[in-house]
Each structure stands twice: as structure tokens, then as C-alpha cells.
T-cell receptor, first 117, second 112 residues
Framework: GAVVSQHPSRVICKSGTSVKIECRSL??????MFWYRQFPKKSLMLMATSNEGSKATYEQGVEKDKFLINHASLTLSTLTVTSAHPEDSSFYIC?????????????FGPGTRLTVT | GENVEQHPSTLSVQEGDSAVIKCTYS??????FPWYKQELGKRPQLIIDIRSNVGEKKDQRIAVTLNKTAKHFSLHITETQPEDSAVYFCATNRGEGNQFYFGTGTSLTVIP
């Protein structure tokens, strides 16, 4: 149980284009989803917290107009990187909290490797 | 914001030996302390966690100890095996909420 999927697993896009990443909880309802960014050999950096049906809360320094987050249902959150640039290339990972489970436990998706050329 | 320091950044041990990774944090309101294992290119996997009302928790070869007064917690892996080789991250929650701050990671190599 508590499986989280992400799509796509890898994406290469040209500078200036937008990319959408999906995060789905497959077997549970997730009232809260989190989006992280991870640089090579670095830690996970929380970008934003996404609650179903409300606006996402962004961490300091994260541009909300550049990283659009939508959490339209209890099983799906999307991250759209708008007008992507090479510096946006990174590993993006989502996680989800099970609405019916332990409040603090997060289940992670497999990540999306974004490369902007 | 929360500062979670993790040491060491790299650790090599002989198979069968023990490995210890330590994290310190600054938010006295944090009450949940998970440890994650991440293999290259894969998702972080929760391996053990501890809540603030407990000082120690053990699960087979893995244990976590927590000192809330000193604001540090440690991961202990005994009888290490090559498959334990990975990057390990500690984390704490922000205040009493469920947003995490992650440590900087420890790359563990178990030498056969």
C-alpha cells in the first residue's frame, strides 16, 4: 500500500517551453502533497506544500509563477515548470501524506529527471 | 528556517561492522524524526522513524536514538551488508506540522 507514482520519469525540453509533472497517489487519498527538488548528490529541498482544493504554499525563494502547482483531487497534484531554463534542470520528487494514516508519514514518488537544453 | 546538520557526509565500513550517522536540529518544536534511504536515481524510502516521546527505537539491524534536550538523533546500522550501501537522509518536521527539513545526506559504502 501507499504507492505514489510520478509521470514522466524523464523529460528533456527546450529552453523557454513548459513542462508538466504529475504526482499520483495510487491506493490512498492524499490531502497533502509535497514537491521537492534535488540536485546531484545533494539533499531534498522542499519547494511547496500542496493541499487538495486550495492554493499551494511555497517555500521562501521559490517562484510561484514559475513553478505552478495544482492539487485538484485527493489523488493528483501537478507541477508545471513554466518557461524552463537550463538552471531548472534537476530531479523533482513529490511525496504524499495519507489522509487516513499517520499524519507525519510521507510516501515518495520515484522522481522526474528534468533536463532543459 | 530549520537547520538540520548531518554527519558524516561520507562513511565507509567493512561488511559486518556498524555504521552510525548523526543529525542535529534547531527547531525545539519538532516532534517527528524519520530516516530515509535513497539509492542512486531512486525514491527515498523510509527505513525507521521516531517520535519525540520516545528515546530509542529498534527494527532488526536498524536503530534510532533521540536526545531532545541536546537536539540530536542518530541512526545505527549493525552488521552492515553491501546492500546497505546508499545515501541516508535524516529529516525533522517543521514545528508540529508535517513539512520536512532534510539533512544533507550521508553516502554509506559497505565494503564486502
Amino acid at each position: 500500500g501507499a504507492v505514489v507514482s510520478q509521470h514522466p520519469s524523464r523529460v528533456i525540453c527546450k529552453s523557454g517551453t513548459s513542462v508538466k509533472i504529475e504526482c499520483r497517489s495510487l491506493d490512498f487519498q492524499a490531502t497533502t502533497m509535497f514537491w521537492y527538488r534535488q540536485f546531484p548528490k545533494k539533499s531534498l529541498m522542499l519547494m511547496a506544500t500542496s493541499n487538495e482544493g486550495s492554493k499551494a504554499t511555497y517555500e521562501q525563494g521559490v517562484e510561484k509563477d514559475k513553478f505552478l502547482i495544482n492539487h485538484a483531487s485527493l489523488t493528483l497534484s501537478t507541477l508545471t515548470v513554466t518557461s524552463a531554463h537550463p538552471e531548472d534542470s534537476s530531479f523533482y520528487i513529490c511525496s504524499a501524506s495519507n489522509a487516513g494514516g499517520y499524519f507525519y508519514e510521507q510516501y515518495f514518488g520515484p522522481g522526474t529527471r528534468l533536463t532543459v537544453t | 528556517g530549520e537547520n538540520v546538520e548531518q554527519h558524516p557526509s561520507t562513511l565507509s565500513v567493512q561488511e559486518g561492522d556498524s555504521a552510525v550517522i548523526k543529525c542535529t536540529y534547531s527547531d525545539s518544536a519538532s516532534n517527528y524524526f524519520p530516516w530515509y534511504k535513497q539509492e542512486l536515481g531512486k525514491r527515498p524510502q523510509l527505513i525507521i522513524d521516531i517520535r519525540s516521546n520516545v528515546g530509542e527505537k529498534k527494527d532488526q539491524r536498524i536503530a534510532v536514538t533521540l536526545n531532545k534536550t541536546a537536539k540530536h538523533f542518530s541512526l545505527h546500522i549493525t552488521e552492515t551488508q553491501p546492500e546497505d550501501s546508499a545515501v541516508y537522509f535524516c529529516a525533522t518536521n517543521r514545528g508540529e506540522g508535517n513539512q520536512f527539513y532534510f539533512g544533507t545526506g550521508t553516502s554509506l559504502t559497505v565494503i564486502p
